[in-house]
């Protein structure tokens, strides 16, 4: 395959890369400090308000399986241009008190980070084969800080704008940024070949590989994890009785916290024979999280905050790096990312809504606490069976095979 801009110049890929990350999580992450604030401005109901960290997360599994149609027809880059420009578009959106603008800019926004998302490991896979784990703990670390930037500094930029919506509505302008730089990057961007696009055929093969739906099952258990802290944590910490702009800020220090193990988890993770080790450290520090900030002593909340996002941070960058791991090429592993992403992010998208209908009836924090260990123990179970040593492969006759590496 003839050589691509970015194949020429890889730092200037990887920035690239970083840039485009850290639009992925600033419109899951803004919206939980400003929950009560939008329910008591709008009237909504505890489910109504729970939908709004809900429906995201459904629509980046529903929308994984898209992108890989979009790669096909437009190429990889012009599909993640298109899914910068849908998310431009939500952020705007979803800056608005009239509630069913409200929920379609939240819905397009879920559609936009599912189809970016998806993307990335396989252009990751595809352009710097070689280190493709390493990169993917590099733009995990970025999608980190952006989540870590939304949950930070979105109530002070409502509070210095003025209004909850403007504040929301921020965001919308480093997308805006991330897009014109990844189309200025290439102007003429070349469509995908047939080598550089999955096969048709490997999917239904992937659907039936036990291989496959491990990755997919720790992918959607900790992602499930992820999404109630992004959606649920300020309220909850709340609920325990701290202000909105504190509660904000322990988010936020979590999600910071996050940047140090999504860089470093990978590089950990290949000292040892496999990753089980690596991953079952970080579930043991993400449930160690869990119990200092929502069953212990307030005085624990910091320290709860900093395990919490140590754990999350490495647990998220070990499934992106399991996608790359398990797969033999970039076409495998864009198919597999959009398998576990898709079916993984449904599978997530229950954690925030079983959140929701609980708090609508009960605020019983040791129920809550147990319903977020039960997703840690089955996430660590998964990254038992998806951590060994194998990768997925098509033999001379076409067919998927799992193979030991």
């Known amino acids: 395959m003839p050589s691509t801009v970015l194949r020429r110049h890889p730092l200037f890929f990887i920035a690239l890369m970083i840039l485009v990350a850290l639009n992925l999580r600033p419109a899951l992450s ?31 599994g529903a929308f994984a399986p898209v992108a ?59 352009e710097l084969p070689q280190g493709a ?74 659907m039936r590989s036990l291989l496959a739906w491990q990755v997919t099952g720790y992918m959607g258990c900790q992602s499930s994890l992820a999404y109630i802290i992004f959606g649920w944590l300020p309220v909850l910490l709340q609920y325990r009785g701290l202000g909105e702009s504190e509660a904000g800020w322990l988010l936020a220090t979590s999600i910071t916290c996050q ?42 909340r910091w320290l709860g905050a900093v395990l919490l996002g140590l754990g999350q941070g490495g647990s998220f960058s070990m499934a992106l790096t399991l996608i790359v791991l398990r797969s033999n090429t970039h076409a495998l592993a864009s198919q597999l990312s959009s398998m576990a992403q898709g079916f993984g992010y449904l599978l997530a998208a229950t954690g925030p809504l079983l959140v929701g209908i609980l708090l609508e009836y009960s605020q019983n924090m040791t129920l809550l606490v147990a319903v977020l260990l039960t997703y840690v123990t089955l996430a660590a179970t998964f990254a038992l069976l998806a951590g060994r040593r194998r990768r997925l492969d098509i033999d001379d006759q076409g067919r998927l095979v799992t193979v030991r590496h």
């Open 133 to 206: 784990d390493v990169v993917t703990g590099v733009y995990t670390m970025a999608l980190c800080l952006g989540g870590a930037l939304g949950a930070g500094l979105t109530v002070p930029l409502a509070d210095l704008l003025g209004d909850w919506r403007f504040g929301l509505g921020s965001w919308a302008v480093l997308a805006l940024i991330a897009l014109l730089a990844w189309r200025s990057s290439m102007p003429h961007p070349p469509r995908s070949t047939p080598d550089d696009v999955p096969t048709q055929g490997a999917r239904p093969q992937l």
């Open 68 to 126: 890989l149609r979009l790669s096909r027809r437009l190429g990889a880059e012009r599909a993640l241009s298109l899914g910068l420009l849908l998310l431009t578009i939500a952020l705007v959106l979803r800056a608005n008190s009239y509630t069913p603008l409200l929920y379609l800019g939240t819905l397009l926004a879920g559609a936009a980070i599912g189809i970016a998302g998806t993307l990335l490991p396989g252009l990751v896979k595809r």
């Open 30 to 60: 803004s919206m939980a400090p400003l929950l009560m604030r939008i329910q008591q401005d709008l009237g909504l109901s505890a489910s109504a308000i729970g939908a709004l960290t809900t429906l995201p997360v459904v629509c980046l």
């Open 259 to 300: 940047l140090a193990t999504a860089l470093g988890a990978p590089w950990l993770a290949r000292l040892g024979r496999d990753q089980r080790p690596t991953i079952l450290a970080l579930m043991t520090l993400t449930a160690s999280g869990i119990v200092l900030l929502l069953a212990a002593p307030l005085a624990w």
